[in-house]
């Protein structure tokens, strides 16, 4: 069999076209969702409370509203995990899971 168009398996053929088509699917599927997950976190946050905070611990929830990821943000901008985790609950900004 050829490895550039595809492989065998349990008595089926799937090509390679069709494998990467499937993928690139997915991965627009998941920016999908990942950019619904911002914009919710955008809507979500309270941005008073935020630009009221202190550098650099507004950088941090900034990055964390834009990102979603609590831990980048933690160590990114230097601000302890569970003080930027308090900061998040005061500033309405949501975990959402993707």
């Known amino acids: ?3 550039e168009h ?7 053929f799937i ?6 088509f499937r ?6 599927e998941y920016l999908r969702r990942l950019e619904e997950a911002r914009e919710l976190r955008r809507r979500s946050a309270d941005w008073g409370h935020i ?3 202190p550098e650099p611990l507004r950088t941090a929830l900034k990055l964390l509203v834009e990102t979603g990821d609590l831990w980048y943000s933690s160590k990114l901008s230097g ?4 003080e930027l ?4 609950k005061k500033a309405r900004i949501p ?4």
């Open 85 to 88: 985790n308090e900061e998040r």
């Open 23 to 28: 993928m690139a699917e997915q991965i627009d």
């Open 79 to 82: 601000v302890p995990l569970d």
């Open 1 to 3: 069999m050829d490895r």
């Open 51 to 53: 630009e009221s905070r």
């Open 15 to 20: 090509s390679l076209s069709t494998c990467c």
């Open 95 to 98: 975990l959402v899971v993707v």
């Open 6 to 12: 595809g492989r065998r398996g349990a008595g089926t």
